[in-house]
């Protein structure tokens, strides 16, 4: 199991955009479908899905938040991997602009000669690239942070954060904007991935005028193996006590985090109704509670 998952949330269309998305990328199934009743967005579907052997959750917990491109998926098409990569990627992209419209054309571009960045029909976004088979190898997906309005300029010190708070980090490439792209600021981040927890990340900046920012419709789910681990990372990412509840915190950033217990959908299985009920009334998850 991954440790850390990306998670979206829908209004009620997590199961139906789950089945879409792994009809669309190789090496992908439905890894479990549950239900929360009772809660206070009524019952909720939880779906668990793996795209390209990368693990996801979705929910549909009613209209609360909007998905956007702040927080988007990078894939990574390599002809040295991947026999005719480019023919593929065209075909995902051909598939993900069903109802959805580009926010970059797939086209050639300086840093790729083939890319395109896709916001589907559900509102999450995408972005496919051909990668330099000369280049050092990247995983197939990777979740992709874009820092604008106030936290653009932010996504030097953000990833720095992050590689300080979870183990098995290192930084990849860094590139910067040079002078002479307004309105984005010489220096900052144009392009940096990063490893936490053996998994690899994206940021970028962007002074582009944008209206949306990171909220909770996409969260980045951490998986624990107990309490401690629960507790530390509460510790270091949880900055915004008023949006603490249920496992979800904020980071100073901006960004959506759960943390939760690897077992979670055990615990919740052993009895829905009562296991709910306590989950619901807590913000930090509390494995003794489940006992």
Same mark, same amino acid.
């Given at each position: 199991m991954q440790?850390?998952?990306p998670h979206l949330w829908f209004d009620k269309e997590a199961v139906e955009a789950a089945e879409w998305y792994t009809s669309i990328f190789d090496d992908s199934k439905i890894l479990f479908k549950?239900?929360?009743?009772?809660?206070? @967005?009524?019952?909720c579907d939880i779906v668990g899905f793996q795209l390209r052997g990368y693990e996801f959750q979705a929910i549909s917990a009613g209209p609360y938040f909007?998905?956007?491109?702040?927080?988007?998926?990078?894939?990574?098409?390599?002809?040295?991997?991947?026999?005719?990569?480019?023919?593929?990627? @065209?075909?995902?992209?051909?598939?993900?602009m069903e109802g959805g419209k580009a926010l970059m054309p797939l086209d050639q571009y300086p840093f790729s000669e083939w890319y395109g960045w896709v916001q589907d029909k559900y509102g999450f976004s995408w972005q496919l690239i051909l990668t330099d088979p000369k280049g050092e190898e990247r995983p197939r997906m990777m979740p992709s942070m874009l820092f604008v309005g106030d936290v653009c300029g932010k996504a030097e010190e953000a990833s720095d954060f992050y590689l300080?708070?979870?183990?098995?980090?290192?930084? &990849?490439?860094?590139?910067?904007?040079?002078? &002479?792209?307004e309105?984005? *600021?010489?220096?900052t981040v144009m392009f940096t991935d990063f490893m936490l927890e053996g998994q690899w990340f994206v940021a970028m900046d962007s002074a582009h005028q944008h209206e949306f920012g990171f909220n909770e419709a996409v969260s980045l789910m951490v998986c624990c193996n107990d309490q401690a681990e629960i507790d530390a990372y509460w510790e270091k990412l949880s900055a915004v006590p008023e949006s603490e509840q249920c496992g979800w915190v904020k980071d100073a950033y901006g960004v959506?985090?759960?943390?939760?217990? *690897?077992?979670?959908?055990?615990?919740?299985? *052993?009895?829905p109704e009562v296991n709910t009920a306590?989950?619901?009334k807590m913000k930090k998850i509390m494995l003794s509670e489940f006992e």
């Open positions: 440790k850390i998952v549950n239900q929360i009743k009772n809660t206070p @967005s009524g019952d909007k998905l956007n491109p702040s927080i988007s998926i990078m894939v990574n098409f390599d002809p040295s991997q991947e026999p005719n990569a480019r023919e593929r990627m @065209s075909e995902i992209w051909k598939r993900l300080s708070v979870f183990k098995d980090a290192k930084r &990849g490439a860094m590139a910067r904007y040079p002078a &002479g792209m309105p984005d *600021k010489a220096g959506s985090w759960q943390i939760v217990p *690897k077992n979670m959908g055990e615990l919740m299985a *052993k009895n306590k989950m619901l």
